[in-house]
């Protein structure tokens, strides 16, 4: 499955955001967890393409409107949604009844509530907010901003196969 992560972080400019964050998470995953840094968009809605073929690349009119809404997005949908609802039943009724699979997708679930939950404890602002921050396999958002001293700040986007 391949999933979209952001990563925010300042830099001299897009090539140097993308190989800044490509060197920081150089050490993340293994041969099941490939990665492709695709692009980023920078704070003046400038878009850079790092990898044509990739499929998560910024598009040309994509801003960082967009990436937020994205985000958003991704805090409000349970990538299983319509399995939940009847695990959840099954759950309070027959506890016993559960597979291995069932009891994964019940801690997928929490994972996801907790994180619903942080996230909206605050105000969203797109430099300093995170959302499954290092969970990079995951839809997300995490925040480099402390890596660098550059000035111009660029969401970073990352196609992560697991």
């Not at 391949?2 to 140097?16: F, G, K, S, V």
């Not at 809605?45 to 598009?59: R, T, V, W």
């Not at 039943?89 to 907790?114: G, M, S």
Request: aromatic content about 12%; charged content about 30%.
């Amino acid at each position: 499955m391949h999933n979209l992560h952001y990563l925010t972080i300042t830099a001299d400019n897009p090539r140097e955001a993308c190989d800044l964050v490509e060197n920081i998470i150089m050490e993340w995953g293994n041969e099941n967890n490939w990665r492709s840094i695709c692009g980023c968009i920078s704070e003046d809605n400038e878009i850079y393409i790092h990898d044509e073929a990739d499929s998560f690349a910024p598009g040309e009119k994509e801003t960082l409107s967009d990436v937020t809404k994205r985000i958003k997005s991704w805090v409000d949908n349970f990538q299983y949604d319509s399995v939940i609802k009847e695990k959840l039943v099954k759950f309070q009724i027959e506890e016993e009844a559960l597979t291995a699979n069932d009891w994964w997708l019940l801690q997928q679930y929490c994972k996801f509530k907790e994180e619903q939950v942080k996230f909206k404890q605050h105000t969203f602002a797109l430099w300093q907010s995170e959302y499954r921050s290092w969970e990079l396999d995951e839809c997300g958002l995490t925040n480099l901003m402390e890596h660098n001293d550059a000035e111009k700040r660029y969401v970073v986007f990352l196609n992560m196969h697991s």
